[in-house]
């Protein structure tokens, strides 16, 4: 399976002309999957702009997965893996980025998947829905009138929800999210674990939490994560994620930006 991966990336990376040994090509390739997600209606030109900005920090964090990614990625699975309604809130980059691994981890964990965009329209939730069917995902929440449900004291588009879901969810993995609707569940009781690559922004500093890495990486290790703690009873899970300081994690994935600037 890796070697068919492997094979379909430089394949993709010919298609655009991108040479196997160039130092910038997983960077290169990742930013043609976004723009090849905005041409199948996934992607907005926004999201464009927000993925360039995450890039930045990536160089800072030496383009790695580090030790303190790690240790929350390990924490969010168990934390995935205990909740009893957890959900996957997919946007446009994460469905242009890793649908297959959206599909892979709501399988493993048992979350429900969801679409929620901030710029919302019937075209890209059916787009969106489609990427994720196609990629194998059997149910998806949150398109069209199954959207129903409202999140308090949140005024975008994003407060539109599935009743069955994220209204209904404990835990809401929320990857390349916006602050406001972090604030707005975890103010409505619900565990939120992101992906930022940013540790200073107010979705890394709101969730519970957070990994700060490429979300294309801390997919498939979470994944990983997941399979392997799975099997775990309730107590050792809940160890796991009660031992897990979400600042001081940040604090740390923070020391390592500043030592690169």
Do not use: W
């Amino acid at each position: 399976m890796q070697h068919r991966r492997q094979r379909s990336k430089v394949a993709l990376s010919q298609k655009i002309a991108i040479p196997a040994d160039h130092p910038r090509a997983k960077s290169l390739y990742t930013r043609e999957k976004l723009v090849d997600g905005f041409k199948k209606g996934l992607v907005v030109p926004e999201g464009l702009i927000a993925h360039g900005r995450g890039e930045a920090f990536d160089y800072l964090l030496g383009e790695k997965t580090t030790v303190h990614a790690r240790k929350a990625i390990k924490a969010a699975a168990a934390l995935l893996l205990l909740s009893d309604h957890p959900v996957l809130s997919i946007n446009g980059n994460a469905a242009a980025l890793c649908p297959k691994e959206a599909v892979q981890l709501s399988e493993v964990t048992g979350a429900g998947l969801e679409v929620n965009l901030f710029y919302r329209t019937e075209e890209r939730e059916s787009a969106i829905k489609a990427e994720l069917e196609k990629h194998g995902a059997k149910k998806v929440l949150g398109v069209g009138p199954r959207a129903s449900a409202r999140i308090p004291e949140l005024q975008s588009e994003r407060r539109r929800v599935d009743p069955e879901g994220i209204f209904m969810a404990d835990t809401v993995f929320v990857p390349l999210e916006d602050g406001d609707r972090t604030e707005a569940l975890v103010k409505m009781g619900k565990k939120v674990i992101t992906v930022d690559l940013n540790p200073r922004s107010r979705t890394a500093m709101a969730a519970h939490i957070t990994i700060v890495d490429n979300l294309v990486r801390a997919m498939p290790a979470l994944i990983e994560q997941a399979r392997m703690l799975k099997g775990r009873d309730r107590k050792s899970l809940a160890r796991i994620v009660n031992r897990f300081n979400n600042k001081k994690n940040l604090a740390q994935s923070l020391k390592i930006i500043r030592s690169k600037a």
